[in-house]
T-cell receptor, first 115, second 110 residues
Framework: NAGVTQTPKFRVLKTGQSMTLLCAQDMNHEYMYWYRQDPGMGLRLIHY???????AKGEVPDGYNVSRLKKQNFLLGLESAAPSQTSVYFC??????????????FGQGTRLTVV | RKEVEQDPGPFNVPEGATVAFNCTYS??????FFWYRQDCRKEPKLLMS???SGNEDGRFTAQLNRASQYISLLIRDSKLSDSATYLCVVRRDSSYKLIFGSGTRLLVRP
């Protein structure tokens, strides 16, 4: 069972470069999320999507963009990377409210370093 | 004030000990509650959901107190393999949003 798959797992970027992180889920979940995790900060929501073709901002959206053209994929883009975006990025998916099981399933994370 | 608060620890306990973590949440509209476990440099994984009547899964017991707005996790007979960070998560059923606490770190020593 693949669950939630993130690519790449590691990346080093130079300041100003751009990149896209890909998240794919095979559980037919409606909701998908991008979080970043920094030491002592816990998981902070960057952007989320409640369905194909919809996206919305979370707590810390600045410097990131997202797209959800297909239900199973959620892309996170960094247009011009900054050292402050050095972090571990987690994608997650879940079924929507009102479903029996609403827990979130996470990808393995992407460790991004911006130098 | 954070919407979900946890004692960051670390809790350093010997094998076989019983340890309890508490988590408080500020939004009374929160409806779904979970404990996740996160190992170092790994993704969070669901440990257990928390039900209104409390629930148990082997050595783990979760309790919910809606009146006081806190959730607890009790681990009995701690194992070395229980060493991890435990994340408290709440969700309002009317919302997309999963709110994470910063986590409580547990170290179980031989």
């Amino acid at each position: 069972n693949a669950g939630v798959t993130q690519t790449p797992k590691f990346r080093v970027l130079k300041t100003g470069q751009s990149m896209t992180l890909l998240c794919a889920q095979d559980m037919n979940h409606e909701y998908m999320y991008w979080y970043r995790q920094d030491p002592g900060m816990g998981l902070r929501l960057i952007h989320y999507s409640v369905g194909e073709g919809t996206t919305a901002k979370g707590e810390v959206p600045d410097g990131y963009n997202v797209s959800r053209l297909k239900k199973q994929n959620f892309l996170l883009g960094l247009e011009s990377a900054a050292p402050s975006q050095t972090s571990v990025y987690f994608c997650a998916s879940s079924s929507g409210p009102g479903q029996l099981n609403t827990e979130a399933f996470f990808g393995q994370g992407t460790r991004l370093t911006v130098v | 004030r954070k919407e979900v608060e946890q004692d960051p620890g670390p809790f350093n306990v010997p094998e076989g000990a019983t340890v309890a973590f508490n988590c408080t949440y500020s939004n009374s509209a929160s409806q779904s509650f979970f404990w996740y476990r996160q190992d170092c440099r790994k993704e969070p994984k669901l440990l257990m959901s928390v039900y209104s009547s409390g629930n148990e899964d082997g050595r783990f017991t979760a309790q919910l107190n809606r009146a006081s707005q806190y959730i607890s996790l009790l681990i009995r007979d701690s194992k070395l393999s229980d060493s991890a960070t435990y994340l408290c998560v709440v969700r309002r059923d009317s919302s997309y949003k999963l709110i994470f606490g910063s986590g409580t770190r547990l170290l179980v020593r031989p």
